[in-house]
T-cell receptor, first 113, second 113 residues
Framework: DTGVSQNPRHKITKRGQNVTFRCDPI?????LYWYRQTLGQGPEFLTY????????KSRLLSDRFSAERPKGSFSTLEIQRTEQGDSAMYLC???????????FGPGTRLTVL | KQEVTQIPAALSVPEGENLVLNCSFT??????LQWFRQDPGKGLTSLLL?????REQTSGRLNASLDKSSGRSTLYIAASQPGDSATYLC????????????FGAGTRLFVKA
């Protein structure tokens, strides 16, 4: 069990560029969550996958954000036309079918200049 | 709308002291409550998960209690150590059939040697 991994760990981009983050959950965890965290705040829920199906999306997930989990394993989160307000830590978590305890990855820190 | 509040926002204690961190939530209809630890710039580490039917969970020097009717949970840390210095977050999953998890803003703990 290698835990949840996220890549890249840090991303610096210019406003208007597109970025994509990857999350690899714990193997055999069929539930996957994306969160966004800004300084001094708790994580905010963005979206949830059960296997390959995206079952819940937050209103925070504007049309510039899209998430996929094509084969029910890893997931990607893409932000198009980035804005300075998108600067945050993007966290991924996974949980098993039988236990809803969430295990988090190290996060991807995005800085939009 | 479920809201989660953590008090105090920050706490500084001498090494060896027993301490209590508080978490309150506005809607008692919850599925579970989870406590996490977060070190600066890192992801979240799961500490304890309490299902809605449970009153408390223990792991080592940590004990978490849940009182759904009053909308409160406490995390008790015994014999605090400098290595316990971190931000502690509580998170609630509402019992609404969805998968959104709502976090508090956290309590920043500093244990002085």
């Amino acid at each position: 069990d290698t835990g949840v991994s996220q890549n890249p760990r840090h991303k610096i981009t210019k406003r208007g560029q597109n970025v994509t983050f990857r999350c690899d959950p714990i193997s055999e965890h069929n539930r996957l969550y994306w969160y966004r965290q800004t300084l001094g705040q708790g994580p905010e829920f963005l979206t949830y996958f059960q296997n390959e199906a995206q079952l819940e999306k937050s209103r925070l997930l504007s049309d510039r954000f899209s998430a996929e989990r094509p084969k029910g394993s890893f997931s990607t989160l893409e932000i198009q036309r980035t804005e300075q307000g998108d600067s945050a830590m993007y966290l991924c978590a996974s949980s098993s079918p039988s236990d809803l305890e969430q295990f988090f990855g190290p996060g991807t820190r995005l800085t939009v200049l | 709308k479920q809201e989660v509040t953590q008090i105090p926002a920050a706490l500084s204690v001498p090494e060896g002291e027993n301490l209590v961190l508080n978490c309150s939530f506005t809607d008692s209809a919850i599925y579970n409550l989870q406590w996490f630890r977060q070190d600066p710039g890192k992801g979240l580490t799961s500490l304890l998960l309490i299902q809605s039917s449970q009153r408390e969970q223990t792991s080592g020097r940590l004990n978490a209690s849940l009182d759904k009717s009053s909308g409160r949970s406490t995390l008790y840390i015994a014999a605090s150590q400098p290595g316990d210095s971190a931000t502690y977050l509580c998170a609630v999953r509402p019992d609404t059939g969805g998968f959104k998890t709502i976090f508090g803003a956290g309590t920043r703990l500093f244990v002085k040697a």
